[in-house]
């Protein structure tokens, strides 16, 4: 299965400031095919990006992904105070689909 | 609007069964993968379980292959997972996911809030 690891674990930022959390793939992601979720404590994820690059119905325009192959980003461009949060990638391009390990985004 | 509502969890001995439900809204049931994530205490997500929009198909991990069983129920919208032999390591809060897709476990859009299952002696 393709493992994913995400860096760094923890992200110590302010509000205003530029967030770049990085998701690695141990083998190729099939088709950039690779999302990115937010989790607040005591919430369920919320998907913010699939295929990549494209932002899911509501998600600010502050949140973008990039990257293809092995090596994706998800930048969140200026952090507002109900950014901070655990951001997950995942890849569905090759079964079974896998989750990163996470990143906390912390004030 | 989209709703999943996740029923059946509990606490449990080593070796036991349980059987959770989510009952789904808000969307054409039938149209849709469904799937199971779920996430131990403190830790991150994994993935457990997926089911064709059909039903026709079905995914594992394998961590729970051979003991977990997934099944949809098209005339209530409702998805199911039996759980069999549990573990210590089975102990999370269990998602039930709408997926994008209709015939394999792909990306993510819509979670339940999640049912905590604890398996402890």
């Known amino acids: 299965e393709i493992v994913l690891t995400q860096s760094p674990d923890t992200l110590s930022l302010s509000p205003g400031e530029r967030a770049t959390l990085s998701c690695r793939a141990s083998?190729?992601?099939?088709?950039?095919?690779l999302a990115w979720y937010q989790q607040k404590p005591g919430q369920a994820p919320r998907l913010l990006i699939y295929?990549?690059?494209t932002r899911a119905t509501g998600i600010p325009d502050r949140f973008s992904g990039s990257g293809s192959g092995t090596d994706f980003t998800l930048t969140i461009s200026r952090l507002e105070p109900e950014d901070f949060a655990v951001f997950y990638c995942?890849?569905?391009?090759?079964?079974?689909?896998?989750f990163g390990g996470g990143t906390k985004v912390q004030i | 609007e989209v709703q999943l509502l996740e029923s059946g969890g509990g606490v449990v001995q080593p070796g036991g069964s349980l059987r959770l439900s989510c009952a789904a809204s808000?969307?054409?049931?039938?149209?849709?993968?469904m799937n199971w994530v779920r996430q131990a205490p403190g830790r991150g997500l994994e993935w457990v379980s997926g089911?064709?929009?059909?039903?026709?198909?079905?995914y594992y991990a394998d961590s729970v292959k051979g003991r977990f069983t997934i099944s949809r129920d098209k005339s209530k919208n409702t998805l199911s997972l039996e759980m069999n032999s549990l573990r210590a390591e089975d102990t999370a809060v269990y998602y039930c996911?709408?997926?994008?897709?209709?015939?394999?476990?792909?990306?993510?859009?819509?979670w339940g809030q999640g049912v905590l299952v604890a398996v402890s002696s």
């Open positions: 996911v709408k997926d994008e897709n209709s015939w394999f476990p792909s990306f993510l859009d819509y």
């Open positions: 808000g969307f054409t049931f039938s149209d849709y993968t």
């Open positions: 089911i064709s929009g059909s039903g026709a198909t079905t």
């Open positions: 083998q190729s992601v099939v088709g950039s095919y």
């Open positions: 295929a990549a690059s």
């Open positions: 995942q890849q569905y391009g090759t079964s079974p689909v896998t």
